[in-house]
């Protein structure tokens, strides 16, 4: 047994940056790959990035491609998602979920939110205008 969280979130301008942190506490992240979801008010749950167990591959939904990085430090068993010029259109809680896939199946597979086995709490990020 263990438990995830998300922290890092907040309020912040357009244009401004977070740093989400995904930590645990009992699993090895390392030998999960991990992902990033977010829900926002009255919405779907979507996906928005994806990292292997080394971090030798990720993914991002268009939306987030070239604002957001995902990375893990897996000494530290923290997976990160950097979000870079926020829009207020990235106003979401942000939930970081992990998948026991022994193998990292490309990209495009990890999107959706069935491939993941444990979810951790998620962190409000909210982007004014």
């Known amino acids: 047994s263990g438990s995830a969280a998300g922290v890092g979130g907040g309020l912040v301008e357009a244009g401004g940056s977070l740093r989400l942190s995904c930590a645990a506490s009992g699993p090895t992240l390392s030998s999960y790959v991990m992902g990033w979801f977010r829900q926002a008010p009255g919405k779907e749950r979507e996906f928005v990035a994806a990292i292997s167990r080394r971090g030798v591959s990720t993914d991002y939904a268009d939306s987030v491609k070239g604002r957001f990085t995902i990375s893990r430090d897996n000494a530290k068993n923290t997976v990160y998602l950097q979000m870079n010029s926020l829009k207020p259109e990235d106003t979401a809680v942000y939930s970081c979920?992990?998948?026991?896939?022994?193998?990292?199946?490309?990209?495009?597979?990890?999107?959706?939110?069935?491939?993941?086995?444990?979810w951790g709490q998620g962190t409000l990020v909210t982007v004014s205008s």
């Open positions: 979920a992990a998948s026991d896939d022994i193998h990292y199946y490309g990209s495009g597979y990890y999107r959706v939110s069935d491939r993941y086995d444990y």
